[in-house]
């Protein structure tokens, strides 16, 4: 750390000083320039700008998505396998608010506060009685709420129109800002701008988090729980709030992300959602803020322009069928969208392995993850025993 | 304990009566049935905890891709029924449940070497993040290479009601229940009354110890591994065999319930992982009979929370389940 504090003059000094004054100027500047790449070659190839913006603006969804779980998976060390189910309680509460499902027309604008107070409700009821627990469990039970949550708004068909999900969900105004309500399906400026707001709240509360009290407390408790709690941290609590903290951020990106779509169903809000955050969180780099947003922003990206894009592309060439046993290959004929998921699975293996703390990591999470722990070593210390590039056959 | 499980099985028949009338025979070695199944999974998910304290994420996809090896031994034969001759039917099964086992153990045995090992000394969640992984790598091979939709698995074992005394039973039934009590009969002798189940279970207890004793950690920890995913893999033939079908994502709930069955029987304890799958798979027909049958995943989780707020240990579980 003194290596760090001893560089505060130039842009670092400036951004640690204005905190939330460089995030802004920050978030301004990818704003402006997330349009602007659209119109580049070969990016102008792939779509219109407002199909870019669009698809910047469900990305935004994600990056909120993944600035919550790093909450709890970077910050305080918990594995929520279960993250989805906090976007749907969200989403469905916004769909319960301002839809002829239950008559309801509750504003947008004060719907995003109260879903996110839903989901840190619900994320409390959830943690209460299972953070006791260690790490492990928390898994799993989260894993399982994941599960249970898009089943209950499947089955509960009499509160929920089931399979049918609710439809005609009332998109945002403006407040008669302007005079006009420029959101509707055509337009999507208004809804990456409102998207990046959100983010931009968000990004400088948890600056502000991670640099409190609270935020070394979660440090503390995931790198040694017992230290902190005998330093007089309350660990139920602490968890508690990493875990309702990052439930109220799902909630806001599922509010947000109903009155995009319009309409919720029960399936887009299955395991592959929370499995995709958690790629995001751990590409991106567990406990850095900007590392997550940018790779969420990538990961996103990738998945809906990348995978098409390489897919129109190997199309173009010949490559002859291989058949082995059950299994054929027919790399033409291949839809590269339907590997995205055993990509995200290779991803979260080999970053594991190779490179944990992430593609942009923060600084403390890699020493932490690259430290090798004295007490299994029964064989003489060897410096390079947490490689395991270096770890030979036996 | 003999007891207790008579009376549990006695109530849970009871119920079953209530719930199904003329039916209740039939829904209950349907529950036994379905409960072997889960206890089979359930088996590897508390070894490898036992052992190492992972949550081997990957497991409930060991089981599916097991299935999809029975799927393609099956149909490759050129079977499509049921086989009449009893000779050729013991022969296909045990070649059948072999090769499965064999394929998945070894399968266990490379998934620990490459993803887990490595991760032994690592802070906790790296090795669960790389088990997830795992889990979505083997389901999506599966997706993308072998089929997206559901694949008919042929039912080779022909399917006549037997009458025991008072008890009718079909043959796949009969067959899937006395099958799984062997393998757990032969894995509680194997840990309890062999030189490798010894040094498992040392390993267990205390790692550092056990390899001071002379114990070889990497190649306990293999074996372990490779029991587990073989019995996951068996589990894989009994289901394509007595539901006639499987499908790429199957592994994922069947892996959730059968981890919460060894939550349920004491996380680390085999002969709990057995009696939990029982259960599970109780509660699941118990819900379907009573008409909930689509809240029977609610209910299972339902029991895993509530397992672990009340009893972490579970049933049987000496193991602290919250040890640091």
């Known amino acids: 750390m003194s290596a760090a504090t001893s560089r505060l003059g130039g842009v670092r000094g400036f951004s640690s000083r204005h905190q939330s004054t460089s995030i802004v100027l920050v978030v301004i500047v990818v704003t402006i320039l997330l349009p602007i790449i659209s119109l580049i070659p070969p990016f102008s190839g792939f779509g219109t700008q407002k199909d870019f913006v669009g698809g910047f603006a469900a990305a935004g969804v994600f990056v909120l998505l993944a600035l919550g ?197 029960p399936d887009q809000f299955g395991f592959t959602v929370s499995f995709t955050a958690l790629a995001m969180v751990v590409l991106g780099g567990m406990g850095n803020i900007w590392g997550v947003a940018a790779g969420a922003l990538i990961i996103y990206e990738l998945q809906s322009q990348g995978l098409k894009q390489l897919g129109s592309f190997v199309q173009g060439l010949n490559v002859p069928v291989v058949a082995l046993g059950p299994i054929t290959i027919n790399i033409g004929a291949i839809n590269f969208l339907n590997y995205q998921y055993l990509l995200y699975g290779l991803a979260l293996v080999i970053m594991m392995l190779v490179r944990p703390e992430g593609l942009f990591p923060s600084r403390r999470r890699r020493r932490e993850l690259h430290e090798t722990p004295a007490e299994d070593e029964l064989t003489a210390p060897d410096p390079t025993a947490g490689d395991p590039s270096q770890e030979g056959g036996d | 304990m003999p007891l207790a499980i008579l009376i549990s099985l006695a109530v849970a028949y009871g119920l079953m009566v209530i719930g199904a009338g003329p039916q209740a025979q039939e829904q209950f070695i349907n529950a036994l049935t379905i409960g072997a199944i889960y206890a089979l999974i359930a088996l590897g998910y508390t070894m490898v905890y036992g052992i190492i304290e992972l949550i081997n994420f990957a497991h409930g996809e060991i089981f599916m891709v097991g299935s999809f090896v029975c799927w393609w031994l099956l149909t490759t034969l ?167 079908v499987t499908v790429f994502n199957i592994g994922f709930q069947a892996g959730l319930k059968a981890f919460t069955a060894a939550v349920l029987g004491g996380i680390g304890n085999t002969t709990g992982a057995a009696i939990g799958g029982f259960v599970i798979g109780f509660i699941e027909v118990l819900a379907s009979v009573f008409g909930v049958g689509r809240w029977s995943e609610a209910a299972v989780f339902t029991t895993l929370v509530l397992v672990l707020i009340f009893r972490p240990t579970g049933i049987l579980g000496q193991q602290l389940a919250d040890r640091a």
């Open chain 1, 69 to 265: 779980l790093n909450v709890v998976v970077g910050f305080a060390g918990l594995l929520d396998l279960g993250y989805a189910a906090f976007f749907a309680i969200g989403a469905y509460t916004y769909a319960y608010s301002a839809s002829g499902f239950t008559g309801l027309s509750i504003p947008f604008w004060p719907m995003l506060l109260v879903g996110a107070l839903v989901a840190a409700v619900f994320g409390v009821l959830l943690g209460a009685p299972t953070l006791r627990l260690r790490g492990d469990y928390l898994a799993i039970v989260t894993l399982g709420f994941g599960e249970i949550v898009p089943v209950v708004f499947l089955n509960a068909d009499k509160y929920t129109n089931g399979t049918n999900g609710i439809t005609g969900i009332a998109q945002p105004n403006a407040l008669g800002l302007f005079g006009i309500n420029g959101f509707g399906f055509t337009n999507p400026w208004p809804y990456y701008l409102t998207i990046v707001a959100i983010i931009t709240v968000v990004v400088i509360l948890l600056y502000r988090l991670q640099d409190s009290r609270l935020g070394r407390a979660w440090v503390a408790l995931r790198e040694d729980e017992l230290a902190a709690a005998s330093m007089g941290i309350n660990t139920i609590t602490t968890k508690l709030l990493a875990f309702s903290i990052g439930a109220s951020t799902a909630g806001l990106a599922g509010v947000f992300y109903a009155a995009k779509l319009s309409t919720v169903t």
């Open chain 2, 78 to 244: 050129g079977f499509s029924g049921a086989i009449q001759d009893p000779v050729l039917l013991i022969e296909v099964l045990v070649l059948a449940f072999t090769v499965s086992m064999v394929t998945m153990g070894v399968v266990g045995v490379i998934i620990e070497r490459l993803a887990y090992r490595p991760l032994r000394n690592a802070p906790r969640l790296a090795p669960l993040i790389t088990a997830i992984g795992v889990s979505f790598i083997l389901q999506n091979l599966v997706f993308v290479m072998i089929s997206n939709s559901i694949v008919t698995v042929p039912q080779i074992i022909p399917n006549p009601l037997i009458q025991i005394g008072p008890i009718s039973i079909r043959e796949i039934n009969l067959f899937v229940i006395v099958l799984a009590l062997v393998l757990m009969a032969a894995l509680h002798l194997f840990i309890q009354r062999t030189r490798l189940g010894r040094a498992m279970r040392s390993t267990a207890i205390d790692r550092d110890a056990a390899q001071i004793m002379g114990v070889n950690i990497n190649s306990t920890i293999a074996l372990t591994f490779f029991i587990g995913s073989a019995l996951a893999g068996a589990a894989g033939v009994v289901q394509g065999l007595y539901f006639g």
